[in-house]
């Protein structure tokens, strides 16, 4: 397997995380503003916003992972840390990330 194709593989699978990143931020949104025009059972309601936050998280963890899993390819092929400059605000960006949600 080429090298090329490891990173189309891994631009495609980003892709498409982002677009359902985007669908489930977009739906949990919508349904929150319109909480107070809705008729259905709220039960559901509210297990479609848990599983929309998951899904979020989930991506979220998803292109984390696919970051970790190219920086690994592109040190071991180019024999260098790609990732050192950068770790500190990637660390700094998802600790804060955390500590909104925790007060949201």
Do not use: H
């Amino acid at each position: 397997m080429k090298l090329a194709d490891v990173v189309m593989g891994f631009n495609l699978a980003g892709d498409l995380d982002k677009q359902l990143l985007l669908l489930s931020t977009a739906v949990l949104t919508i349904s929150v503003t319109f909480l107070k025009d809705t008729g259905r059972a709220k039960w559901l309601l509210y297990f479609s916003w848990v599983a929309l936050f998951l899904s979020i998280i989930s991506g979220i963890c998803l292109l984390g992972a696919l970051t970790d899993q190219a920086v690994g390819i592109a040190q071991a092929t180019l024999d260098v840390n790609v990732l050192k400059p950068v770790r500190g605000v990637a660390q700094a960006q998802e600790a804060l990330f955390a500590l909104g949600l925790l007060g949201s």
